[in-house]
């Protein structure tokens, strides 16, 4: 309708006299002004239609996730009740206009109505629906859909339909993401490690994202992280190395430290994180050695794991780094001296290195710690 109308308008200004009372410069203008008054209120209707349609969409995507949690909540209390009775056909609720409101509901139901959800899905076949779709040459967005609500349900039969997908797209990133957080979710191990351990199928991944991807492993994250400890990204051993601290696996520690020689200085910072966080003694005679790296971040790390294994074993090595050129070094070795068991003893051992600014660190940190309880 606005076409034709604007058409037809259109017509009749182009068409327009430039009569002796009007200039040639004056009709361009009043052409210009009209065509663009035009323009601008079918843009503006065509932006209400788009606003009143996306309402209505949104009002039903919001009914819908209200009459789901509803159905979920009633099959909570009273498991007897049956997904085929509660629930839409499996094809509605998978489709591609609602699939995106069922991932929204699965981020914010509490833990029982979400286990309910997953296990009415599973009466409704929804494995095989999802299978046939992740077949279909469907847009990424909805693929992407699927393979998350894959991956909540837990449908370890799927890996690997999950693990073809990346193979075949492994330049899109969104696609390699969901494929593993669904096999993370499905605790399918093999399929997980097997692209893991495959660097061209994660370097497009951040580092953040594949840490993410770690953490949703659900099956045995200490076998996990002993495997992939030898794989072939940076990333993927930093998080593990990091992971490995984290949840206090010190059975793991002794494969961490050869990382102390590689050349990529991050996981030598991340294993000494480990080290200090388990504080795990036999590494302390090897990580001093650290304190001459090149890498000032390296040093900082050492005198932080070694004040942490035994402090008051390792003063000499704490000294040492106090005399560092640089300052953030300077400062941990003093905050770590300042809270020795024979402080007086380590400030004439400062004192006789006549390093003024490793005295004044010293007694700076001193001051700090007893006033304040700098950690």
């Known amino acids: 309708m606005y ?3 604007f058409s037809n308008v259109l017509s009749n200004v182009l068409t327009l006299s430039t009569g002796p009372a009007i200039s040639q410069s004056e009709a361009l203008s009043i052409r210009f002004t009209v065509i663009l008054t035009i323009a601008v209120i ?3 209707s065509w932006m209400l239609i788009f606003y009143a349609v996306s309402a209505s969409r949104f009002k039903k995507m919001d009914r819908l ?3 789901i949690k509803k159905s979920a909540e009633d099959a909570t209390k009273d498991p007897s009740l049956k997904a085929a009775d509660i629930l839409p056909p499996v094809e509605d609720l998978l489709g591609k206009a609602n699939i995106s409101a069922l991932n929204e509901l699965f981020e914010v139901l509490d833990e029982d109505t979400e286990n309910t959800l997953k296990r009415l899905l599973k009466q409704l076949d929804s494995t095989a629906f999802i299978s046939q779709g992740l077949d279909e040459k469907f847009n990424d ?3 992407v ?6 991956g909540s349900l837990g ?3 799927l890996a690997n339909k999950m693990t073809a997908l990346v193979k075949k797209n492994r330049n899109n990133i969104d696609i390699v993401f969901e494929a593993l957080m669904a096999l993370a979710y499905m605790n399918s191990s093999k399929a997980f490690i097997e692209i893991c351990m495959d660097k061209k199928y994660i370097k497009y991944i951040s580092f953040r994202n594949l840490q993410e991807i ?3 492993y659900t099956g045995n994250r200490e076998a996990l992280y002993k495997r992939l ?3 072939p990204d940076d990333y993927v051993v930093r998080i593990c190395i990091k992971r490995i601290g984290s949840e206090e696996i010190t059975s793991l520690v002794p494969k961490t430290l050869p990382f102390l020689d590689n050349k990529n200085y991050n996981l030598i910072i991340e294993t000494l994180r480990t080290i200090s966080i388990l504080k795990y003694k036999p590494a302390a005679a090897k990580i001093q050695k650290l304190l001459k790296h090149s890498h000032w971040e390296v040093r900082n790390a050492v005198v932080k794991a070694v004040a942490s294994i035994d402090l008051d074993s390792y003063i000499d090595s704490l000294i040492e780094a106090l005399q560092d050129n640089e300052w953030f070094v300077r400062y941990n070795a003093g905050l770590a001296l300042s809270k020795a068991a024979d402080f007086k003893k380590v400030r004439d051992k400062v004192q006789a290195t006549n390093d003024k600014f490793a005295i004044e660190m010293l007694d700076y940190m001193s001051v700090m710690n007893n006033i304040r309880g700098v950690k």
């Not at 859909?145 to 894959?150: F, G, Q, S």
């Open 214 to 216: 770690i953490i949703a």
């Open 65 to 67: 996730k209200a009459s």
């Open 155 to 157: 449908i370890i039969s």
């Open 229 to 231: 400890l030898s794989a």
């Open 145 to 150: 859909d699927l393979m998350r609500i894959a």
């Open 42 to 44: 079918c843009l503006f």
């Open 3 to 5: 076409s034709a109308v």
């Open 141 to 143: 967005e909805y693929l």
